[in-house]
């Protein structure tokens, strides 16, 4: 094969695998999973709603057992992603790290500010999935999450921001008590709609750490144990730098 021809099948190459990348997918088959991860998103709100209203010990008890299950996998892809020691140790010390104060930001905040972590999370996800999904585009570091789209993470920011806005016009203003919680923290609706924002990025930050560890271990997901999401951690990733921003950017909690 001669040079000329080298180069056309070079230039058909790349043409093939551009088409190929940036083919729309109908939006049937992106979304096929959505029953199965709607169902066990359910199951999941109404174990946490039940521990929510159970009361503070049993909210402590259930955030401390999902930390340790969001530890126990983190350790599980820390030993797999690499054989050595030095890393293994740094992973796992960095990793108690993250997970602990995530932890322990949850389990001593105001009510408040427990949901404004919950809801922001849940509201990041289903905005970048269907935004992500629909519009598709180019990705943020396919390397890291081949799914991660930048319309995906300004559907999220939107979804953060909205849900923010939303706590603070309609559910503050109907909790007195809640009131007292929020008084030392600064709320406006424009305030709400830059937190919603620089969570969706924490939360999106979350899942690209984990989506990195994942792929240091060759792992799909961090475990099989929950049908359509993967593992515990798959869950929290975005929920643990939210948590940790949250707990340090309002006095008091950190």
Known sequence: MDGETQAGAGKRDRAKAYAQRYMKVPL???????????????????VAGGALWAGDV??????GLVALAT????????FRATERSAGRV???LLGAAYVGFAALFLATMPRFYLYLVIGSVIFTDTFAYFSGRA???????PRISPSKTWAGLA?????????????????LPASGEWHMEVNAYPWSPIAA??????LACSAQAGDFLESWLKRKAHMKDSSNLIPGHGGVFDRTDGILPVAIAVGFLVPGLS
């Open 28 to 46: 049937s088959i992106r979304t096929s999973d959505l029953p199965k991860r709607a169902a066990s998103a359910l199951v999941m709100l109404a």
């Open 58 to 63: 049993w909210l402590k008890l259930f955030i």
């Open 71 to 78: 530890y126990a996998e983190l350790v599980r892809l820390v």
């Open 90 to 92: 740094a992973g796992l």
């Open 135 to 141: 519009i598709g585009g180019p990705k943020i570091a």
């Open 155 to 171: 559907g999220g920011m939107v979804g953060a921001a909205l849900f923010g806005w939303l706590l603070l016009q309609l559910v």
């Open 193 to 198: 709609l830059a937190i919603g924002a620089v």
